[in-house]
Each structure stands twice: as structure tokens, then as C-alpha cells.
């Protein structure tokens, strides 16, 4: 995804330096980026000036573009009344795990079947895959059915970080991600490995995982966002105050909440993804596009 | 595993080689069976997980919709749980609002991605910028973003940001999601601003594919701006689309998280209740988890033959 200079696209080079082609070139380029800031960012600037502003003030007609006598104290009741430090905690918890198990058990999955091969291997591939067709819907009921009392085990995992680790393992599209990558790497290097009689772990860690670092980078970014953004799952499986992730707690208290103090506490819920997001979004970019394009 | 003692006649023929593999045809069953093992060591987390948490439920789905549990007490009850969600009165305007959802979602969150990449890499400037804009909204957890829409954007006043920009254009406002008519509108302008990134990130990847030389060959050919977007772009581009076609389809028959959070579930005279939401509804509030389980299924039948006839509609064109 690099920025791509000499390619030609749709509308040529020329065509746009020259006279009246770059005149609209460039009305469109301002016109789109100040229409995308407006449509994109400004929600995002109204949601967190608007946290700020008292009952009074949101509740005015027009409404104010700045906050005329900031309430930063909006933020703190957030924090404060709905625990936020707690949910915040829960959530980035489930996160960290999610994203340990997905790498352990995925990875080793993925590498199974990219380079193992064991006997069934592809079947085993296919059933996965399949999964992706089924809307997450329809599993709901039998999943939740499910967790209440697992079979032969009898165990029951509601309130339980595990009801929400295990169930983010069955990810077909990770598996898939991580199996086309590892595929992309030499069958010589495992041949190599094998000569100088390292096992099929040895080789994973030693060899494999080294190479996979950006892959694995992306897995784990998917699943701490797939864990925040969640809500049915973590709503059905964690319905306790002490173990709920953020997104449900401020729905459980939207409803006897001021509403500048739900937004402000959506602010806070939504720092964490937008922060790894700017961090991250190189990588984010290029794992959703390698994903999806070149199957 | 019992499966790794199957015989050695049993290895399917034309596997692509791997040096495990290769080194097994010259070696005893005992290595083989070994390998196998091996293979299959470090599968079983990950398989164990998709058998609790995916393949069995689906299985278990479609069980408990023949079946009805009450006080503890499981009987076969054929198609009962079936006949009493179709008599639900939110049935049939369940299915009308998540078609017209998808619909709306279609045209608004289908095409409009699309273009949007097309328009973006045109662009030989600020492109990182609009994609890092466009892609933002992804990240928010669903529930922030619905507060933002349902509190700021959509308060029925004129102190909504919506009706604010409205009346600034003299145009008449609107009650929103107070308005049995403009609740399924406002739900896609919120489902699309914050779920358009994904398409419009992958259709940039698959446009910056297209070999230039088509375009130019286009061009000298005298095709307009237009025809080569006809005849060029949208044919080079044509699985991709096909592609996020369907998935897009599979998202919004799922449309949840609006409805609940918009328009508190049913929304004005039963305008917002979705498919999903009646789900959610008979599992978790009427103690229907078998009523639950058969709509369930419905819905993936629903969706299978939705696939099968758009299979064979893209079949037909090639």
C-alpha cells in the first residue's frame, strides 16, 4: 500500500496537470478532504466537546460549536458513576487474553495446516471456512446454551473471561490469514530446519513465528478491537456488574444517566481503539487489504 | 486422535509435497502415523474450540428448534417452536424491516464505498489522511458511536445536529427516530458512516491492481471519464464487488446493535424490531430459547438460499 506515484489510474497524469483538468482536480481534492473532515471528524469533535457542555447547553437552540463553559467535571462523573476504571479493566483483560489464545492456538493451527499437513488437514480447513458463511445470529442461542454448561465437562462459564477467550479461538478468518502467510514462507527453510533435526515446534518458534512478526501483529490488533467492540456476546455471557466490558456497562447505565455523562463515557470507551488505531493503522490497512484481496 | 491411524492407502493422491510428508514416503507407518500426530497435536486447541463453540451449536441450533425445554423437562415438540414465532406479531415486520435495511444499506453502504474509492485514488494528495478519516469510525466501539447519533444527531429538536444543519438549509426537519419513516433511514446513515471503512479500504486495494495500460488503452480508444469506469473499472473489479456484495448481505440481515441502542428495540410502531432483535428478544426476555433457536434457523435458511440464488445469478454471467 504504498503511495503510489507513475500508476496510472482512471484519470491520467497529464490530464490533471494540465490547465482546466487540474483547476477541478484540485476543487475536488479541497472540496473532499474538507467534506470528509466535516463528515468524519466532526461527529467525533461534536462527541467530545459535547461531553463538556452542561444539560443547559446541549439541550440550546442552535446548538453551540464551542462549549461555552466547559464541564470537565461531565468526564469525571463518567469515571466516577459508572466505574469506568473497572470496566476499562475488564475489558482490556478479556482483550489480552483474547489476543494470547488466538495466537497460541491459531497460530499453531495455521501452521499445522500450512506446513504440516496432517491427514484431514483440508477437510478440517473447510469446516472452518465455513463457518464464515454462518451470521453470528443464528449461532446465539446454541452458543450461549452452550457456555451455561459445556458438554461432557459440565462446567458452566458464565462470568467466566474463558466464555469470551474460547469462543474468539474459532475465528476461521485469522486462521486463514495466518495460514496464507505461513504458506508464503520457503517450504527450504522448513526443509533446512528439519536436516538439522529440529521438531516441528522448534521450527515454529525458531523459524516460522520469527518471520510472522507483522501477521501476528495483525491478529492481535483484530482481536483486541473485535473484544471492545463486541457487545451481544460479552452482554449475554457477563451479565454481572463486576465482570461487564465497557460498551455494556454504559448501555446498563444509559438509561438513569444524564446524557452528556453517556457521551463523555463513550468518549472514554472509545479512546483506547482510536489511540491503537493511530498507532497501528499502517498495519491494520495492509492486514485487512492482504486478507481479503489476493484469495 | 483416531484419525491419525488410518492407514497409509488412505493419504489422499497429488498433495502438494512438504518435507514432511516427503520424508514419510520413504519411511516406516510408525514415522508417518508420528507425523500425523504431530499435525494433529497442533491443531487440536484451535479445533476443539470451532467443535464446543461453532460446529456443535450449529448442530444443537437446529435440535433445540424441534424442541422445548420447561422446568428443566426436554420434549420433542416437531414444528411448534416454529408455528408460534410466525404467529409472533413482530414476525412479519421483522423480516420487512431487516429487507428494507438491507436494501437501504445496499445503496447507501454498498455503492457509495465504492465511488468513494474510486474518487480516492484519483487523489495524488492527502490520500493517507482521507483513508486514516474513513476508516476511523470502524475502530469506535458500536455503542459509543450509536450514543453519538442517538443523543447528538438525532434528538428530534432543533438542538440535534441533523435537524441544526436542516434548518440551516431551510429544509424541514425531522423527528427521527421518532418517526416510524425515518427510523430505518437514520439507522443505515448510522450503520454506514460507521462500518464503511472496511469496503472502502479493500476496493482501494483491488483498484490499485487494475493495470494502467487498460485505462490507457480506454482512453485512446476515446472512452470518457465515465465509460472507462463502465467498461474498465467495474469489470476488473467485479469479484471484489461480488464478494462484499454478499458479505454486506450477511452483515445487515444481523442489523442488532441500531435498533437496540437508536430506538430502545422495537423503535415507533414496531419500526426498528430486526430479525436479530427478535431473537435476542424471545431467547432472553420471553424465555424462549427454543422460539429463539427456530427463527435462528429460519434465518440461516433464509440467507442460504439468498447465497444459492446469487451464486447462481454470478454463475450465469461468466
Redesign the interface.
Known sequence: MAQDSGTRTLISQAQISRGRGRVIYWTLLVVVVVGFTLAFLGPLYWMVTGALKSGQEIAQTPPTLFPKDPRPQNYVDAWNNLALAKLLFNTFYYATGAVLFQLVLDAAAAYSLSKLRPIFGNVILGLMLATLMIPAMVLIVPQYVTVLDLPILHLNLLDSPFAIWLPMVANAFNIFLLKRFFDSIPEELMAAALMDGASSLRTLWSIILPLSRPILGVVSIFAVTAVWKDFLWPKLVMPSPETRTVSVGIYTFAGGTPMNVVIAASVIAALPTVVIFLIFQRNIMSGLTTGSIKG | MA??T?PET???PG???????A?SQRTSLGRKVR??????A??I???L??V???????I??IV?SFQRTRRGETTWVGWDNYWRIIADPSFWPAWRNTFYFTVLALVLGYAVPFFVA????????????????????V???????L???K???YDP?????FN?IL??LHLPTSQWMQSPQMTMPAMVIAST?MNMG?AV??Y???????P??L??AA?LDGAG?WR??VH??IPQTRL?LA?LAMLQI?AT??L??EP??LANGAGAEDSATS??YL??QH??FQND?NG??AL??I??VV?AGF?AGYVRLTAKQD
Open positions: 484419525i491419525t488410518v488412505s493419504r489422499k498433495r502438494p509435497p512438504s518435507p514432511y510428508s520424508r507425523d500425523n500426530l504431530t499435525g494433529h497442533f491443531l486447541g484451535a479445533v474450540c470451532f464446543v463453540f461453532s460446529w456443535y451449536p450449529m444443537r441450533g433445540m474510486v474518487l480516492l485514488n484519483e487523489f495524488r494528495h492527502a490520500k493517507g489522511y482521507l483513508r486514516i478519516l474513513v476508516y476511523l469510525p475502530m469506535l466501539p458500536p455503542a459509543s458511536a450514543y453519538l447519533f443523543f447528538y444527531a429538536s432543533e438542538a440535534g445536529l441544526a434548518k440551516a458512516w472496511g479500504l479493500i482501494l486495494a483491488s483498484l490499485q491492481n487494475i494502467g495500460e485505462y490507457e482512453e471519464i472507462r469506469i474498465v473499472t471484489i464478494l450477511v440481515m444481523q442488532f446493535i437496540l441502542i430479525v436479530a431473537i435476542y431467547g432472553f430459547l429463539a433457536a435462528g434457523v434465518m440461516l440467507l447465497s
